[in-house]
């Protein structure tokens, strides 16, 4: 029986291995303030995110950074601020990286969201299981 093995983002590897996540990942895209540099050369980019989740998130950059990169991320709803690092750079599309950032430390509060328990799975989602009959039309007297 062959290993599997967790993947490392941005691993050139090639083979196509499990992906272990910590905190189950959420597809949304919210508005962040992305922090950066020193001095003299900092940035600030408004940018959103493709995916998120209690350790950071994946997001689209124009700005070009680098693994391992401390950066900040701000949710502009709460002017909250988190330490983070650059911990994957993808594809370039649009002028934009997919950037992925890891949190100094887990934040799941940051996103004031509700995250899907670790449990649940997308492909089962429920389905209506048969027809449901149809409703009984009132009368009035």
Do not use: H, Y
């Not at 062959?2 to 990942?25: D, F, N, Y």
Request: proline share 10%; glycine share 8%; net charge positive.
């Amino acid at each position: 029986m062959a290993e599997i093995k967790p993947s490392v983002p941005g691993s050139s590897s090639g083979e196509l291995t499990a992906e272990r996540r910590r905190t189950q990942r959420v597809l949304i895209a919210m508005p962040v303030l992305v922090r950066g540099g020193t001095a003299p050369k900092t940035f600030e980019e408004e940018t959103t995110t493709v995916s998120v989740n209690a350790n950071g998130c994946l997001l689209r950059l124009a700005q070009q950074v680098i693994r391992g990169q401390q950066i900040a991320v701000v949710n502009p709803k709460t002017a909250e601020e988190l330490p983070s690092t650059v911990t994957f750079i993808g594809a370039k599309e649009s002028g934009k990286f997919e950037v992925g950032v890891e949190f100094a430390e887990p934040s799941p509060l940051f996103w004031r969201i509700a995250f899907p328990p670790p449990d649940w799975d997308s492909a089962e989602r429920k389905r209506p299981t048969g027809a449901r009959a149809p409703l009984k039309p009132t009368t009035q007297k």
